[in-house]
């Protein structure tokens, strides 16, 4: 491939495609305990829910920082992908503000999540910029973790609301796509294995009290939050032996390691087959890609 071909790549030529689809949520049907049937655990992730749109408006700009600095703008596939990474973070963020809203219409209001996490993340910003690249990328490296579990937990898979599930499932694939994107903008402009380190302790001191406050608060205004032996239940599914949680917890502490790289983690082969599964000829989603989207699959 000669340079001047290069510099025309986009973010689908590194395998980081855009995609616009329509999930058409508030059409659907599930109850506020979507997951399981459990308050506990569906309140966990409409808190997460919460945190994406301000989150990946954090993580883009962050990135966007350096999206100029020669050292990243003369790479041409490195180039592709932050273009690829903005965007596919973009729509993210869109997909669940709707979902957000569908969230709200069904008493399960996130403002007090959303300006929870805007003020923690306001903590963050106070940073310097290669500090924030540097908790960014702690936490695409949790995202990728939970976006695995998302694909791979036999439970969520079988017991969440179907429709809800399919944004769920095609966040997660386009996490693991891009997952090692700003860790390899860190790196070029010189990122240093101490930022990474600080960027643990910085990043769970400045956001972990505003989860579990926002989480506490959705399931206290439950009706159900009497229920303890529901409450176990739940906590079991996410903490328990076999529960969502358990292979996040096991593998998020690798990013402390001096020689630790996303892609170490080799998702590859699970991103095949949901990227099959989703959009190949029979792909749950196929039918729901909207403009370009749908126009280049069928290229």
């Not at 809800?164 to 903008?185: I, N, P, R, T």
């Not at 390691?257 to 087959?273: C, K």
């Amino acid at each position: 491939m000669t340079t001047a071909s290069m510099t025309r790549l986009d973010g689908a030529a590194v395998g980081i495609p855009a995609r616009h689809i329509a999930f058409p949520v508030a059409d659907s049907t599930a109850t506020h305990a979507f997951y399981d049937g459990n308050v506990l655990a569906s309140s966990l992730l409409v808190v997460f829910s919460a945190i994406f749109p301000p989150g990946e408006r954090f993580f883009m700009e962050s990135v966007r920082r350096f999206r100029d600095d020669p050292r990243v703008k003369d790479d041409p596939v490195l180039a592709a992908r932050v273009a690829g990474f903005l965007v596919q973070e973009a729509l993210h963020g869109r997909a669940q503000e709707d979902l957000n809203e569908f969230f709200g219409s069904r008493g399960k209001s996130v403002a007090t999540s959303e300006r929870t996490i805007r003020a923690s993340l306001g903590l963050l910003e106070r940073l310097s910029p290669r500090q924030q690249l540097a908790c960014t990328t702690f936490m695409e490296h949790f995202t990728a973790l939970l976006a695995e579990a998302w694909l791979t937990d036999e439970g969520f898979r079988t017991s969440s609301d179907p429709e809800m599930l399919k944004l769920w499932q095609w966040h997660a694939l386009e996490e693991l796509e891009h997952k090692s994107v700003a860790y390899d903008v860190l790196e070029r402009v010189g990122g240093t294995h101490r930022e990474r380190q600080l960027a643990i302790p910085l990043t769970v001191v400045a956001l972990l009290p505003g989860i579990l406050y926002s989480w506490a608060k959705l399931v206290a205004q439950d009706p159900a939050r009497w229920e303890l032996r529901e409450h176990r239940r739940g906590l079991a599914r996410l903490l328990g032996p076999g529960g969502f949680f358990r292979p996040v917890l096991a593998h998020v502490g690798a990013f402390a390691l001096r020689d630790f790289h996303p892609d170490e983690h080799d998702t590859r082969a699970l991103e095949n087959a949901w990227r099959e599964k989703l959009f190949g000829d029979a792909g749950m989603l196929r039918k729901q890609l909207k403009g370009r989207s749908a126009r280049a699959l069928s290229h």
